[in-house]
């Protein structure tokens, strides 16, 4: 299928997605990570954000990943992510609560307090709430 690649998501615990997709954007270490058919090989870490793909139909489809790795092949993308859910399964008022409290942690650091922990928390959650907002129309 030419114009096409293979698109697929899992963690440690499932496949997510495995899907004929005309291109997809990974949250890298350093930005955005663009993906077209035919884009040179590629082994990236990911950091944490929204992975947005689109279908063969146009349709924008968005999945919120956190840590792991993406491999780019031409034809083929594979994220292995160390957390991943699909937009339709975020919980917004979760997602927004668990923000307001990854905040407040780092406002307010206590002395047994794991800053490297609270730091991770803080970027899932807003990897979260962003992919929500997105899936939202927000």
Do not use: W
């Not at 899907?19 to 082994?43: C, N, W």
């Not at 780019?72 to 991943?84: E, F, G, N, S, W």
């Amino acid at each position: 299928m030419s114009g096409l690649l293979t698109l697929e998501v899992a963690t440690p615990e499932r496949l997510l997605l495995k899907e004929q997709v005309k291109g997809v954007t990974v949250p890298g270490l350093d930005g955005e990570l663009g993906i077209l058919p035919e884009h040179a090989p590629l082994l990236s870490e990911l950091g944490c954000g929204p992975l947005s793909f689109e279908l063969e139909n146009g349709q924008k489809k968005y999945i919120s990943i956190c840590g792991g790795y993406v491999e780019v092949l031409p034809d083929h993308v594979r994220v292995l992510a160390a957390q991943a859910e699909n937009a339709s399964e975020i919980d917004a008022k979760r997602a927004e609560t668990a923000l307001q409290r990854a905040n407040e942690r780092l406002l307010h650091p206590t002395a047994d307090m794991d800053v490297a922990r609270a730091l991770n928390a803080l970027k899932r959650a807003q990897a979260r709430v962003a992919v929500a907002k997105i899936a939202a129309g927000k």
